[in-house]
Every structure is written in structure tokens, then in C-alpha cells.
């Protein structure tokens, strides 16, 4: 669905992008993983058409290149900021944006999107009376309310309190399981580890590496830790690549009062990947 | 097309719904027509220039003396003009401030000065330029006494009225003998002078001297008349302040619609519009699109108000709506033109404003142009400002005819133009949503 080859952009003297490729497949959600100032941004930027790769290619399934308006249509955009106009209804914001997309009943679009992102109840309130999470929703109604096969999502949870949260990122699943290809960035490794089929770890305008997140793990995970409790001995802290043996040869042993079991997760490939956490 | 009319249609709801915008662009304008109509008045003036078109029926010594001390004045440019019809043209169409017209019988009537005659000058000025005019009037007045001193210092003019003097008191069948006698002797002896050459300085036409004294008769008379369309002409001072009014309208719409762009980037809504299937072209031509029709509604709502609340005669609405609709296009060029500058809304009404009070002041919308330094003058003529109100002068009270207005028409469009062109090629450059 979304090719992207060798991508690169320079800002001045700052290598934004560099040497950049991965692919989107239909009905996949494929998280972009980096912490702020990674370039992910950026490489959005460049799918969507908007900054002109200083090198390399984007490829928007069959029909070409982003910066070809008509490609544009096949592209659902929810920027990181909530692109919506405060004094429209959540309604007039959807008509126009579907207008401005070329859809031939922009009312219609605009009924079924809200009803998709359970705005409908609130279709003729003026964007500003609603709640962040409900602006997040609105934002991302006005991705696909076009119904586009590829969406590129930039941060769409950023600032949302964790019910809006699951409630966007249960949509963005159905979106992906009617077929629509999702490049979605984040900074949260939870979210990128539940929501995507695949991640991508990005630093300093490079990617990594990508894979599923077991994958990544297997890649570059350390051992799972196995945290024993004995009475009167303390606890017992037990690096292993086989948690489930390890546990049965624990309680074996006897004596157990308390079993703890530590998956390493992306932070945890992020450190091996650059040598740094992905908070710092 | 359809996406451009959307653009222009949401953001023509946006302006409804800011009532700040709302209220500079519908009821600051009618304050500031109201408030001038009120006060309106004349100025003082100290360097200026004025042009001033002179139409010389006369031609004799003393008309010829007068051009030349008008063409002496360095506030004054005098536009020599073949007929009176041309003169006005040049009025009405704002080229001159005001005819002069020095009669035929200017310098005849020199002769009759001793006997109470009165040497006249007709001025035609332009309604909306009172402050030049209560100029004119008082340099004419001035120059107009330096011809009445150099007719008193020609000998033989001099001798001529003598002359004429005498011949009218002869005839004066009300003068007692004595009267008659006394003044005789005193003729005698002025004109025993004259021919010796021994006329005191004064009168041989320096000049200056010619309001010193005692009271003057008043010799000289300026007769003003306002060069006005004849059916209609400015009914009333709002005709006037009303034109002058929709032009401060018009730069209310180019602050709020220039701040558009960069309130789209605020907001984040023009990466929607960068990454929508169209050009940008379309996205500012139809934000353009919006701010030309919040700008003729203006000038529209203005002229209606004006007709309906304050009694102003309209001279062609046809015209007014070609004059309103080429004015709206040059506001809209200078409104995306700004747009494309500025990344923040509150540096793009800051600049807006300080822009567009700048080309009022240039364009004549705050002082006369009259008072202003010679360059401004010249870069008057880039402002929207001046040909705006020209041409909806025109349509309102000049009486100007298609023909007449069509200069200012496409000086307007050619600006709007500049200013789209200009606005296109700066979108462009870069990332049009950051």
C-alpha cells in the first residue's frame, strides 16, 4: 500500500531522514517507534506528499507518488496537531473536509464517519464544546471520512486520557481490519507493542530495524527476568530465555512465596538498539 | 472550483462567528464614515503640492502675470488647460484638485478698479478636497491683489482708469460740484505722476505690500463653485466620507483574511489543505475568494446604509458594483500577498495593520495628499487605497462614465494580480503548513 525507498531530508545541517525504507501491506498497522526529534514526523511528512524527499522514493500502492493530488485521495491524514476548526460543528468540519476531498455526497461522508467515531450524538455541536478525547476522534474522522486505503496517522493519541485512548486505538484496528494500511507514529512503546502488527524503531533519522514485536524482541530483547521469592531467603533474580521452565523448576524447588515474571519490552530494545532509553 | 467555493464558504462562516473580525469589518468602517462626515473640514498646509488646472480666457498681461506667479508657487502645479469642460474632466476624475478659470475680461476690468469694479476669478474645486481648496482660495487672493498692484503701477493703465474716473464722475449726477472739484484735483495730480514716472514702488507691481493698511476695497473676488456630476454630485458630506469609509472597510477584511493562513497553520487545519487533492493555488485563490466577497459585501452594505440611513445619491450602481468589485480583488491580492509572509497569526495582524495604515496614509486615506512629501505623492499611486476610493467616487458622485473609471478598474486589477502572484510564489517556497 505505502513504499517508501531510501527516503532522506535534510534540514540545513540536521539529517532529518536517513536512507529510510519500509513498506505498508493493506490492512496492516505498521508503528513508527522513536522518541520526539526521531525524524518520524518527517518520514510522515514525505508520505503525505508534504516535503519533497531530498533522496529516495514514495510509492503509494499502484498510483504513484504522494505529491500527485489525485494520489492524495487514496491518503487519510490525522496530523499530530487536531486540525479541526473550533467554530464549526463536528458536522461542518466533515462536510468541508470531504468537499475538499472530492467525495460526491460530503453529507453522507460526514454522517458515517461521525458514526464510526461515536460523534454522532454531537454532530451539531461546534468543535469547541467537546472534550480532548472527543477532538482526537474528530481528527481522525476527518482522516477517513474520504474512506481512504492508506492512513497515515501522526501521534493521533497524543494527550488523551486512557479511555479516549483505547476507544482511538480500537478504531484505528477496525479501520486496519476493513483493509486500510496504517503508518502510525508513536512515541509510546505500550501502544506500539498492543496496537501494531509491526514496529519500526526509529533514532536520528534511522530505522533500526522493523518486525513484529516478537521479532524485535527475539532480535534484541534480553533474557526475560524471573523474580523468586523464598521464605527467609530473600528474593532471587534469574535471567532466562525459557521464563515457563524456569518457573516450574522454582516451585520444584518449594519454599516459593512469591513468583514474578519480567518481560523485556521495546524500551528494552530501543536501549540495545541505541545505547540510550527511549525516555531520556 | 468545488473545493475553492468550499474554502470560501467555511471561511466566510468563520468571519460570522469572530465577532471581533465581524465588528472591523461591518461597524468600524461605518464609525470612521460617521465619525469624518461629522467632522468634516478643511486643514492648514504649509509645503505642499496642488494641481491645480488653469483655464486662461483672458490672455491679456495681467492673466499672464497671474499663471506666473501661480506657476511660482512650489505647492501649486499648474496644469494649463485648452476649455473649461477639460479642466473640470480633469476634476472629476481626480487628476486636479480645481480649475481655475481667469475670465476674458480679466484684465479689462482693471480699468474699472477706481470705480468700485472688481477683477474675478472663478475656482471650480473638487468636493472631497477641502483643504486644498481653502488653499487655493487664499493664495488666490494673494496673487489676485499682486494683479491688482502691477494694474495700478502700469502708467498707462493707470491713466486709463484716471481716465475712466473722470468720465464717471462726470456723469455722476449724485456728486455735489465741490465733491466732483476736489476729487478732479486729486485725479489731476495721480495722473500728473503717472506720467512723470513718479508712481510710489508699491504700485508698480512688487506685490508685496498689497494687503498692508488700512482696509482694502476688495478687488479682487474668488468665486468657488464645487465640480460636481450634474444630476447627483456629492449630496451630502456622507458621499464623500462613505467612499473613504468602505476603503477602511476593505483593509479590516485584508487584516482578518491575511491572519487566515497563519491561523490555518495554528490550528493545524493547513496540512489538511496542503495535503487535500488540489494545488495550493486553490487554496489560496479560495481564500481570496472569501475575502473578496466579505470585501464587496462591505463596500455594498455601506453604500446601501449611506442611501437608506443617511440620504447619499448613488450616481450609477452599476458602476459602484464594477468600482466595488475591482477594489475587492486589489484588497484580496493584498491580503494573500501579506498572508503569504507572516507564520503567526498575531506577527501577521501586527504587520497587517501597521501595512495597511501605511498605504491609507500613502493612498490620502488619513492626511490630504496634498500635504504629503513629493515621494509619498509618487508612491501613492502603488496604493489600492486612493484608486479604490477614486473609483467608488466615481460611481457615487463624480459622474464619471465606464470610460472615465477604467484607469482606476485596472490599476485595482493589476494590483490584486501582483499582490496573488506575489502571495502564490511565496506559498510555494517550502512547507506551506509550518
Known amino acids: 500500500m505505502l513504499v517508501l525507498e531510501s527516503l532522506e531530508k535534510r534540514f540545513g545541517g540536521i539529517q532529518a531522514v536517513d536512507g529510510l525504507s519500509l513498506s505498508v501491506r493493506p490492512g496492516e498497522i505498521f508503528g513508527l517507534l522513536g522518541p520526539n526529534g526521531a525524524g518520524k514526523s518527517t518520514t510522515i511528512g514525505m508520505a503525505m506528499g508534504l516535503l519533497k524527499p531530498d533522496a529516495g522514493r514514495v510509492r503509494v500502492g499502484d498510483l504513484g507518488q504522494p505529491r500527485d493530488p489525485a494520489v492524495r485521495r487514496s491518503i487519510g491524514v490525522a496530523p499530530q496537531a487536531e486540525a479541526i476548526y473550533d467554530e464549526l460543528t463536528g458536522e461542518e468540519n466533515l462536510r468541508f473536509f470531504a468537499r475538499l476531498l472530492g467525495v460526491t455526497d460530503p453529507a453522507r461522508a460526514a454522517t458515517e464517519a461521525l458514526d464510526r467515531v461515536g460523534l454522532l450524538p454531537r454532530a451539531r455541536d461546534r468543535a469547541r464544546t467537546y472534550s480532548g478525547g472527543m477532538r482526537r476522534r474528530l481528527n481522525l474522522a476527518a482522516a477517513i471520512v474520504h474512506r481512504p486505503p492508506l492512513l497515515l496517522l501522526d501521534e493521533p493519541t497524543a494527550g488523551v486520557d486512557p479511555q479516549s485512548r483505547a476507544s482511538l486505538l480500537e478504531l484505528v484496528r477496525q479501520l486496519a481490519r476493513d483493509g486500510a494500511g496504517v503508518l502510525y507514529t508513536t512515541h509510546y512503546m505500550e501502544e506500539a507493542a498492543k496496537l501494531c502488527d509491526r514496529v519500526g524503531i526509529m533514532d536520528r533519522g534511522k530505522l533500526l530495524d522493523s518486525g513484529t514485536v516478537d521479532e524485535l524482541l527475539q532480535r534484541h530483547g534480553a533474557e526475560t527476568m524471573v523474580y523468586v521469592e523464598r521464605n527467609g531467603h530473600g528474593t532471587q533474580r534469574l535471567a532466562t530465555h525459557d521464563p515457563l521452565q524456569e518457573v516450574s523448576r522454582a516451585l520444584q524447588a518449594g519454599d516459593v512465596t512469591g513468583l514474578r515474571v519480567e518481560r523485556p519490552d521495546l524500551e528494552t530494545v530501543f536501549l540495545s538498539l541505541t545505547g540510550r532509553s527511549l525516555r531520556d | ?434
Open chain 2, 1 to 434: 472550483m468545488r473545493a475553492m467555493l468550499a474554502i470560501a464558504a467555511k471561511d466566510l462562516r468563520l468571519l460570522a462567528r469572530d465577532r471581533t473580525s465581524a465588528f472591523f469589518v461591518l461597524a468600524f468602517p461605518l464609525a470612521v464614515a460617521i465619525f469624518f462626515g461629522t467632522v468634516f473640514g478643511g486643514g492648514t498646509t504649509n509645503e505642499a503640492s496642488i494641481r491645480l488646472a488653469v483655464r486662461d480666457a483672458g490672455g491679456g498681461p495681467l492673466s499672464m502675470g497671474l499663471r506666473k506667479d501661480l506657476a511660482t508657487r512650489p505647492q501649486l502645479e499648474v496644469l494649463p488647460v485648452p476649455d473649461e469642460s477639460a479642466g473640470e474632466t480633469m476634476v472629476r476624475r481626480g487628476q486636479a484638485s480645481a480649475l481655475l478659470v481667469i475670465p476674458a475680461d480679466f484684465d479689462d476690468r482693471a480699468a474699472n478698479l477706481l470705480q468700485g469694479g472688481r477683477m474675478e476669478l472663478d475656482l471650480r474645486v473638487d468636493p472631497a478636497r477641502n483643504a486644498e481648496s481653502a488653499m487655493l482660495v487664499g493664495t488666490l487672493h494673494e496673487l489676485g491683489f499682486r494683479a491688482v498692484a502691477r494694474a495700478m503701477g502700469d502708467v498707462s493703465n493707470t491713466r486709463r482708469m484716471i481716465e475712466g474716473g473722470r468720465a464717471a464722475m462726470a456723469l455722476s449726477p449724485s456728486m455735489t460740484v465741490d465733491r466732483r472739484d476736489r476729487l478732479l484735483a486729486l485725479l489731476t495730480a495721480v495722473d500728473d505722476l503717472a506720467r512723470h514716472g513718479d508712481l510710489p514702488a508699491a504700485a508698480r507691481g512688487s506685490g508685496d505690500g498689497a494687503g498692508d493698511g488700512p482696509a482694502m476695497p476688495q478687488w479682487i473676488v474668488v468665486k468657488t463653485t464645487e465640480v460636481r456630476d450634474r444630476r447627483t454630485g456629492p449630496s451630502n458630506a456622507y458621499a464623500i466620507t462613505f467612499p473613504q469609509g468602505a476603503a477602511w472597510g476593505l483593509m479590516g477584511c485584508v487584516v482578518t483574511f491575511a491572519a487566515g493562513l497563519a491561523e490555518e497553520r495554528r490550528r493545524g487545519t493547513m496540512l489538511r489543505l496542503a495535503t487535500a487533492p488540489l494545488p495550493l493555488a486553490a487554496v489560496l485563490l479560495g481564500k481570496a475568494a472569501a475575502c473578496f466577497a466579505a470585501s464587496l459585501g462591505v463596500i455594498l452594505f455601506l453604500a446601501v446604509a449611506a442611501r437608506l440611513a443617511f440620504g447619499v445619491q448613488v450616481s450609477d450602481w452599476r458602476l459602484l458594483v464594477l468600482a466595488a468589485s475591482a477594489s475587492a480583488f486589489a484588497f484580496s491580492g493584498l491580503a494573500m500577498a501579506l498572508a503569504s509572509f507572516f507564520r503567526t497569526e498575531s506577527s501577521a495582524r501586527s504587520a497587517c495593520n501597521a501595512v495597511v495604515l501605511v498605504l491609507a496614509m500613502v493612498g490620502g486615506g488619513t492626511v490630504p495628499l496634498a500635504f504629503m512629501p513629493g515621494f509619498l505623492r509618487t508612491l501613492s499611486g502603488f496604493s489600492p487605497f486612493s484608486w479604490s476610493i477614486l473609483a467608488v467616487e466615481g460611481a457615487v458622485w463624480r459622474g464619471m462614465g465606464l470610460a472615465e473609471m477604467l484607469p482606476s478598474i485596472l490599476v485595482l486589477v493589476a494590483l490584486g494580480v501582483a499582490g496573488m502572484v506575489l502571495g502564490l510564489a511565496r506559498l510555494r517556497v517550502g512547507d506551506p503548513s509550518t
